[in-house]
């Protein structure tokens, strides 16, 4: 692997191998990254995800979710219209916040794909247990990015990889649709690389802000 998949200028080296499968540490964002001789067919991960049990009224599931909701509304002007990116097939970020009286868009490669979404800018982008799935995380969050309007909102949760003595047995490394792995620096190194604020207000959950004054970019 020659530069980081994450934040690009950084020289991974070999961590090690688990379960048949070769993974790389950036020293400079920390981020963790499954080879991609490794990663699946796009067919296989669609329908692994089908596997996945995210119903939109499951109260546990809702329970999970404030994890990011609680925060990102609270910090939301009233009316505020977002895009839930990564939504599934079971959009219940986006019902939780639309009954907190926000319009949320939906995008999503495999369930919702309708690219004409990516072509507006949003008061806050959400994008919850979807960026361990990027295969070229760097565009993506450069997409996301450019997606937030000047003064608004990127809302991120994924779990954090922070204990490399457990990680061959970690219940996230052994999804198979799971190819990087984030710690909270390097969700503040993607922050901080482009200018922005964050903050952690609560486990596996990262909200970076756009600074007010910069100026409108296009969309990836």
């Not at 072509?119 to 295969?135: G, I, K, L, N, Q």
């Not at 990889?161 to 970690?170: E, I, K, L, V």
Request: glycine residues 8%; negative net charge.
């Amino acid at each position: 692997m020659r530069t980081c998949r994450v934040c690009v200028w950084g020289f991974p080296a070999e961590l090690g191998t688990f379960g048949g499968h070769l993974y790389w540490r950036c020293p400079e964002c920390q981020a963790t990254l499954l080879d991609p001789v490794h990663y699946l067919p796009l067919a296989e991960e669609r329908a692994h995800y089908l596997t996945h049990k995210n119903d939109v009224d499951d109260p546990g599931y809702r329970r999970f979710l404030e994890r990011v909701a609680g925060p990102l509304r609270s910090r939301l002007r009233q009316g505020a219209s977002g895009l839930d990116y990564g939504c599934g097939p079971g959009p219940a970020l986006a019902a939780m916040l639309g009954e907190a009286g926000f319009s949320v868009a939906l995008y999503d490669p495999a369930f919702a794909p309708d690219r004409n979404v990516l072509e507006r800018s949003y008061d806050f982008v959400t994008c919850t247990e979807t960026a361990e799935h990027f295969h070229d995380p760097a565009a993506e969050f450069a997409r996301l990015m450019a997606l937030v309007v000047p003064g608004g909102w990127l809302a991120i949760m994924t779990c954090f990889q922070t204990d490399d003595a457990r990680f061959g047995h970690w219940h996230y490394r052994l999804d198979p649709t799971h190819v990087v792995f984030y710690r909270e620096t390097t969700l503040a190194h993607i922050a901080a690389a482009a200018d922005w604020s964050w903050v952690c207000p609560g486990k596996d959950v990262v909200l970076m802000q756009r600074p007010a004054g910069d100026r409108v970019r296009d969309s990836a």
